[in-house]
């Protein structure tokens, strides 16, 4: 098993895409990549630009590899949309090449979904129906590919219990030698989506950490329950853990990262880059942009 982080915060854009080739089927996992339009009241800095061009490539690249795609939920970081999108850099024809042909194995349209996520999920299949080869509604399934096999978790919540938010489905791949699990958007907060990690005893595991940075304003406690949560999965599972996606969008993720029983890596670090967490860092971006002086704790390039 071969494993490829594609974007994601520490590279500078809001996703969590990953490319796993085993032998010789390549599998592409949640290809959506997107900025978020406002923070601290400031649109995107032309460095967050920039590098989501650069993931929209990678993804686009890795595409062409791939023979199965898959869906955790229908936010625009999360699958690539059949329109077009200036902060999703997407269009119809990136749509194009990347689901046609594909095995589709995607979060269920219509249950277990919030009304934004249905509306979202019925413009994707109206565009997507017509050109994968086929498509499945994966929620709480197993696919057996016969060099390894795939287990879906069924709907769990994005993020809190009763959040408004949605449900997302994670996804198990066994190779025979090593179990992979991608855990998207249950940012570490609901006892489901633990419990389920855990059965799977993964060798590593690909989450999306707590969204912190939103602490007291949308969510409560997120930091704690999210360190809480993530440690009990360590200690079960003694797995390799990848932790990234909107914990990355705060600026004390590293404070986070040392109170961890284990270190985890980003997929900057993982790819043995520095981390580039843009968005945290966006006022300072935008006063570099005007000639102005600005701490970064990363080089821009």
């Given at each position: 098993?071969?494993?490829?982080?594609?974007?994601?915060?520490?590279?500078?854009?809001?996703?969590?895409?990953?490319?796993?080739?085993?032998?010789?089927?390549?599998?592409?996992?949640?290809?959506?990549?997107?900025?978020?339009?406002?923070?601290?009241?400031?649109?995107?800095?032309?460095?967050?630009?920039?590098?989501?061009?650069?993931?929209?490539?990678?993804?686009?690249?890795?595409?062409?590899?791939?023979?199965?795609?898959?869906?955790?939920?229908?936010?625009?970081?999360?699958?690539?949309?059949?329109?077009?999108?200036?902060?999703?850099?997407?269009?119809?024809?990136?749509?194009?090449?990347?689901?046609?042909?594909?095995?589709?194995?995607?979060?269920?349209?219509?249950?277990?979904?919030?009304?934004?996520?249905?509306?979202?999920?019925?413009?994707?299949?109206?565009?997507?129906?017509?050109?994968?080869?086929?498509?499945?509604?994966?929620?709480?399934?197993?696919?057996?590919?016969?060099?390894?096999?795939?287990?879906?978790?069924?709907?769990?919540?994005?993020?809190?219990?009763?959040?408004?938010?949605?449900?997302?489905?994670?996804?198990?791949?066994?190779?025979?030698?090593?179990?992979?699990?991608?855990?998207?958007?249950i940012q570490l907060l609901n006892r489901k989506a633990v419990e389920w990690i855990i059965k799977q005893m993964p060798d590593i595991l690909i989450t999306g950490g707590p969204p912190t940075y939103l602490e007291g304003y949308r969510v409560k406690d997120a930091w704690n329950t999210g360190l809480?949560?993530?440690?009990?999965?360590?200690?079960?599972?003694?797995?390799?853990?990848?932790?990234?996606?909107?914990?990355?969008?705060?600026?004390?993720?590293?404070?986070?990262?040392?109170?961890?029983?284990?270190?985890?890596?980003?997929?900057?670090?993982?790819?043995?880059?520095?981390?580039?967490?843009?968005?945290?860092?966006?006022?300072?971006?935008?006063?570099?942009?005007?000639?102005?002086?600005?701490?970064?704790?990363?080089?821009?390039?």
């Amino acid at each position: 098993m071969k494993i490829v982080p594609l974007a994601s915060e520490s590279l500078g854009v809001r996703s969590l895409a990953t490319y796993v080739k085993i032998d010789k089927t390549g599998i592409l996992i949640d290809p959506g990549v997107a900025l978020g339009p406002k923070r601290y009241s400031l649109p995107p800095a032309k460095a967050e630009l920039e590098a989501l061009m650069k993931a929209r490539e990678k993804i686009q690249s890795y595409a062409k590899k791939a023979d199965i795609v898959t869906i955790s939920h229908y936010h625009y970081d999360h699958h690539t949309p059949f329109f077009e999108g200036i902060y999703e850099s997407s269009s119809p024809e990136k749509a194009r090449e990347i689901y046609e042909g594909k095995i589709l194995l995607i979060k269920h349209p219509k249950e277990n979904i919030n009304f934004s996520q249905r509306k979202r999920a019925w413009n994707f299949l109206k565009g997507a129906e017509k050109i994968a080869e086929k498509v499945e509604y994966a929620d709480g399934r197993f696919f057996d590919f016969g060099d390894f096999i795939m287990e879906f978790s069924p709907a769990v919540p994005h993020g809190s219990e009763g959040t408004k938010l949605g449900f997302v489905i994670m996804v198990m791949i066994d190779d025979g030698t090593k179990r992979l699990v991608h855990a998207s958007d249950i940012q570490l907060l609901n006892r489901k989506a633990v419990e389920w990690i855990i059965k799977q005893m993964p060798d590593i595991l690909i989450t999306g950490g707590p969204p912190t940075y939103l602490e007291g304003y949308r969510v409560k406690d997120a930091w704690n329950t999210g360190l809480k949560n993530l440690n009990e999965i360590i200690k079960e599972t003694n797995a390799q853990i990848i932790l990234d996606h909107h914990l990355i969008r705060d600026k004390r993720y590293p404070e986070f990262f040392a109170q961890l029983e284990k270190e985890p890596l980003t997929f900057a670090r993982f790819l043995k880059r520095e981390d580039k967490p843009l968005e945290a860092y966006r006022k300072e971006l935008h006063k570099i942009e005007k000639g102005e002086d600005a701490d970064l704790p990363f080089e821009l390039r």
